[in-house]
């Protein structure tokens, strides 16, 4: 079991839940972050700490949602992994409450 990023992280990448991963889980992308479900130990600080709702555990994923586990196990293998604070990216604010992003990914 394992936390999931959502597509509500894409153009935010907040970053409130790196430094709150006990495990280093996560990997920074260019529009939103990822969790290694390899070393998520799903004790879901991360999902209480993100600003927006963004993450979200296994078992609680909507059907909507559900592709998002295997982006993140993807993604996580091509990513790098977070050291260190992630910075907001700049126009987070303005896409913060969005919904159904997951298109804009590139």
């Not at 430094?19 to 920074?28: G, I, K, L, Y």
């Not at 070393?39 to 059907?63: F, H, K, M, S």
């Given at each position: 079991m394992?936390?999931?990023?959502t597509?509500r992280?894409?153009r935010?990448?907040?970053g409130d839940c790196?430094?709150a991963?006990?495990?280093n889980?996560?990997h920074?992308?260019?529009?939103f972050?990822?969790?290694d479900?390899?070393r998520?130990i799903?004790c879901?600080?991360c999902?209480?700490?993100c600003?927006?709702?963004a993450?979200?555990p296994?078992?609680?994923?909507t059907d909507e949602?559900?592709?998002f586990?295997a982006?993140?196990?993807?993604?996580?293998?091509?990513y790098?992994?977070?050291?260190?604070p992630?910075?907001?990216?700049?126009?987070a604010d303005?896409w913060?409450?969005?919904?159904?992003k997951?298109?804009?990914?590139?």
């Amino acid at each position: 079991m394992s936390c999931v990023v959502t597509d509500r992280c894409i153009r935010c990448r907040y970053g409130d839940c790196v430094t709150a991963c006990p495990v280093n889980a996560f990997h920074v992308g260019p529009e939103f972050l990822v969790i290694d479900p390899k070393r998520c130990i799903n004790c879901t600080t991360c999902v209480v700490v993100c600003p927006i709702g963004a993450i979200v555990p296994d078992y609680e994923l909507t059907d909507e949602q559900r592709p998002f586990a295997a982006l993140n196990a993807k993604l996580a293998q091509l990513y790098p992994r977070a050291n260190g604070p992630v910075e907001p990216l700049p126009d987070a604010d303005q896409w913060a409450m969005e919904s159904d992003k997951a298109a804009l990914l590139r």
